[in-house]
């Protein structure tokens, strides 16, 4: 396929006008029904993983109310908003994490969050999900594609000074998210396989230097995952226990409240990035897998949606958060299974936390405004 057949499937017939597809309100039902699937079986669980502290857990279903009225907002306005909204949306997160490092919260050992003393406390990062990739999208939308090498160094430009900034605070998972989240544009996009393959390799070759620049606990992480006996106390305790607590629940299950490993303080964070252990061992090998499979109806009804776009930004932009969504997934169950280095990469709409749920949710809701407004 040519450059300029590219170009022409990738923003598709020029004479679509304006429409609303689906339902009448901006609504994907699927997205909506599978959604609420996903929200009502994580509060299921993190109930049981908080051994029903109920203030805890009331503060969760008011950050998640939030988040799906987020979400209908978003829904019903147009790709053409987000367009328009792109620079200034960046700009305004990124001014917000480079705050951070000067006024910054601190809490077990990063400063991630931003707080207005009584009323809100938030981490900036998160909003550099979506800022980041629609900032990419927008700069792509009416530039030729694949993108030359001028552009392409511009995008991942874009993408570099928000995920460095996030490095610093430090917080490296969300850092791989939000490159993630850029990077994902610009495949879309179409960049050449050669250019992917020099910069694999210019990534291979940079490895040992990029060592040192880590943090030695974030070293330690690394080399943990390879060999978590080596400290089983100390560095490897977590995904001692979190295995551990993963293969005791077999096919089926011990049971909601009757998680040894979480209840008794055994499993660290079991209401945030080790959850998925306490799915394991409370729901059993079927519950992980139910969880998975709703999970795969959204990731596939978003690139469905991607894939249905008639404008190259809607499309770059659909199809990247919905792959973002799936880097969450994939880092968050690899990392607590001990395939990837602990980064604190929560489970999407099941571990509590609110900013992130706020996020994924307005991410879905911009998801669905791109299915109900094809043409703009």
């Not at 209840?263 to 079927?286: M, N, R, Y």
Request: charged share 10%; hydrophobic share 55%.
């Amino acid at each position: 396929m040519s450059s300029q057949d590219f170009v022409r499937s990738l923003q598709g017939p020029s004479a679509v006008t304006t429409n609303r597809a689906g339902s009448g309100v901006g609504w994907d039902p699927i997205l909506v029904f599978t959604l609420l699937l996903v929200i009502g079986f994580g509060l299921t669980v993190l109930y049981s993983a908080l051994g029903g502290q109920e203030t805890v857990f009331k503060n969760q279903l008011i950050r998640i109310a939030a988040g799906l009225v987020v979400m209908m907002v978003a829904a019903q306005l147009s790709p053409r908003f987000y367009l328009r909204l792109a620079p200034l949306f960046y700009g305004i997160a990124v001014v917000l994490v480079a705050l951070v490092l000067v006024v910054g919260v601190k809490a077990k050992g990063s400063t991630r969050w931003l707080e207005i003393p009584g009323v809100l406390r938030f981490q900036p990062s998160e909003l550099l999900k979506i800022a980041v990739p629609m900032m990419v999208a927008w700069y792509f939308h009416d530039r030729p594609l694949p993108p030359s090498f001028r552009d392409l160094l511009i995008g991942l430009l874009i993408l570099a000074v928000p995920a460095a900034c996030i490095v610093v605070q430090p917080d490296l998972g969300t850092s791989i998210l939000v490159a993630c989240a850029g990077g994902a544009v610009i495949l879309l996009a179409g960049v050449y396989w050669r250019w992917l393959m020099i910069a694999a390799g210019a990534l291979a070759a940079a490895a040992p230097a990029l060592w040192f620049t880590l943090q030695d606990y974030q070293k330690q992480r690394i080399l943990t995952m390879f060999d978590p006996q080596s400290d089983p106390l100390g560095a490897g305790w977590n995904i001692i226990q979190s295995t551990t607590a993963i293969g005791s629940g077999g096919l089926y299950g011990k049971g909601l409240l009757q998680g040894t490993q979480s209840h008794l303080d055994f499993l660290p964070e079991s209401q945030t990035d080790f959850i998925i252990a306490v799915i394991g061992e409370e729901l059993g090998f079927l519950g992980v897998c139910l969880l998975l499979l709703l999970y795969l109806v959204l990731i596939g009804r978003g690139l469905y949606i991607a894939s249905q776009a008639t404008q190259t930004f809607s499309r770059l932009l659909c199809g990247a958060l919905t792959l973002t969504f799936f880097v969450y997934v994939f880092v968050n169950i690899a990392m607590v299974s001990g395939m990837l280095p602990v980064v604190g990469v929560p489970l999407p709409l099941v571990s509590y936390g609110g900013t992130s749920a706020l996020t994924l949710l307005a991410s879905f809701g911009i998801i669905m405004s791109i299915h109900s407004h094809r043409g703009w």
